[in-house]
Structure formats: C-alpha cells, structure tokens
C-alpha cells in the first residue's frame, strides 16, 4: 500500500535529549513537510522540502533541524534547543496541490 | 498576510441534525481551499479542494462550497461517526510555495 508512515507513535524524551522522528513516503512525492500541532491550535510549519537535498525553515523552526537525502524519507530532530517540544508532530508530502498527511508522532518531554 | 478563521470552534449536535461549519479566509489570491478531518490522535484525512467562487464538492453527509471570502461544510443529518474536528486551510497564489495556511478547526461532536 502506498502511504506516509512516521515513526514512533509515542515518544518520550527527557529534557537535554535529543530525539529523531521518522518520515517516509513510498508515494514518489517531491515535496515534504513537518508540521506541530498543539491542543486549540492550528497547525503550524517546521520545516519543509520541496526536493532531495534542499530544505527550507518554516515559521517555527528554531530548536528543529531535518534532512533530505532521499525522496522517501524526511526525518526531524527535536534538539535540546526546543523549549517547549511536548507536541503532536504530523508529516506530510504533497500530490498536485494537495498536502497528504502521515498518522502522527507524539512526543512528550518528561 | 494570509489567515483563516474557523466558526465556531466546538459543535454539539444531535444525531440527524442538520449544520453548517464556517472558514472565512483573506488570502493573495487563492489557489485552493481544503477540508479535512482529522480523528484523536491521527493525521488529517483529506476531504474537499475548492478553486473557485460557486463551486460545490460533496462527499456521503458532507458538502463544502465557496465563495470569494468563506467557505462553508454542511453536515446533513449527522451519524456520531462524523465526530471529529474539521480543518480548513488555504493555499495563496498563483505561483511561489504549495504552504497553506490552517485554521484551528472546529470540533464537531454529533451525540446518537
């Protein structure tokens, strides 16, 4: 089946960690995004790339860092440097003019 | 600066009873308007894309439309299925970046 996938569903990280999330598309899509979505609002973006090794900062990107080196895969790192990381974290890749979102991550800092 | 805005931000219905969710937008020039649902806990899923004033989409209970500043996703006769909240996000253009800008969702909650 074709589809995003992110990786893990739940993650817990302690404070001063770290942390990975995983992205990948088997959809053969250019465009990737990430975006956080916290409770009573909308979502907002992290980074984006709209092809392989070449990404651009969103509007909240600062404690966030990702890479494209393949097509299928856009993984986002929550650096120490977040303050406030607890979040719902969602992917998503880009068919035609329509975002196609994966089923989340959840992460929250301990 | 592009904003949407989304009305009213939680709904309580009845089973069977008929409603309507707003998206007001201001917007460079529009390319697109979309609906989504998104479930507790899960990703948005894809519903409707709107281009122009006038158009209509339907799908099942549910039928967005348009106009040159809103757009509107009528519930008709709602199951306790359809609970969920429903976002809406607009993309600017022509050209440049495919980054739309989302409301905050309404969050729709239809009791048997």
């Known amino acids: 089946d074709g589809g995003i996938t992110q990786s893990p569903k739940y993650l817990f990280r302690k404070e001063g960690q770290n942390v990975t999330l995983s992205c990948e598309q088997n959809l053969n899509h250019d465009a990737m995004y990430w975006y956080r979505q916290d409770p009573g609002q909308g979502l907002r973006l992290i980074y984006y790339s709209q092809i392989v090794n070449d990404f651009q900062k969103g509007d909240i990107a600062e404690g966030y860092s990702v890479s494209r080196e393949k097509k299928e895969s856009f993984p986002l790192t929550v650096t120490s440097a977040q303050k406030n990381p607890t979040a719902f974290y969602l992917c998503?890749?880009?068919?035609?003019?329509?975002?196609?979102f994966g089923p989340g991550t959840r992460l929250t800092v301990l | 600066e592009d904003q949407v805005t989304q009305s009213p931000e939680a709904l309580r219905l009845q089973e069977g009873e008929s409603s309507s969710l707003n998206c007001s937008y201001t917007v460079s020039g529009l390319r697109g308007l979309f609906w989504y649902r998104q479930d507790p806990g899960k990703g948005p899923e894809f519903l409707f894309t709107?281009?122009?004033a006038g158009e209509e989409k339907e799908k099942e209970r549910l039928k967005a439309t348009l106009t040159k500043k809103e757009s509107f996703l009528h519930i008709t006769a709602p199951k306790p299925e359809d609970s969920a909240t429903y976002l809406c996000a607009v993309q600017a253009g022509p050209g440049g970046s495919y980054i739309p800008t989302f409301g905050r969702g309404t969050s729709l909650i239809v009791h048997p």
């Open positions: 709107l281009y122009s």
């Open positions: 998503a890749s880009l068919q035609g003019d329509t975002q196609y």
